[in-house]
């Protein structure tokens, strides 16, 4: 597939179907999350992969509680999903590579950084997950922890506390879902509203 007709066909998908994914598509979607750029090459992300129903379940009733007995659309939809990747960003692996004598900031300073680059660069290994998905045919969603549920889940997969989790991929074959839902259905404001050439 074209990287544009990717890019185009891309959309948050909520819900699948009960086909499983295939173990070398899900490696696939991991080797490319880890071709991301980051700065300084620091790569401080990592992936949780949850590719069995236990696995799955127990991310679920961690971070949604009781909500899995009785869920809503949104939580009904994703509990379909046959995998979770689960994306950490690492604020120590950054610090320390800009310690390193090219960079420089041995002090560690974390206000040397106006932008946590940990946590865009973990994004953007999900982005290219993302696409990934839909070169392999299948549909995918990035979306957050509550934060009240960070600590469940971090006891919940023994995650330790360097590891920030950013947000969930997940992953699984379509269904007919109804095209864009929730946030989606917004759109886009166009690019020119959001382009500002030369000048603000
Ligand atoms: C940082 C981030 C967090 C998001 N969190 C959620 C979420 O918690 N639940 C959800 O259903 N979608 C979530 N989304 C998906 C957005 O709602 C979606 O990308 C947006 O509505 C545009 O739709 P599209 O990606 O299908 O084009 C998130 C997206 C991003 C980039």
Redesign the pocket.
Known sequence: MELSEAVRR???V?NYSSEPVEAAVVDRVLAAGHRAPSAGNSAGWAFLLLDNPDDVARYWRATAGDRVEAPDR?LRGLMTAPVLVVTLSCKDAYLERYAEPDKGWSDRDEARWPVPYWHTDT?MAAMLMLLTAVDEGLGA????LPGPAVDRFRAAFDVPTAYTPV?VVSLGHRTDDAG?A???R?GRPPVADVTHRGRW
Do not use: I, K, L, T
């Open positions: 891309r959309r948050m909520r949104w994004a969603c990035f979306f957050g947000g864009p929730g946030s989606a917004r």
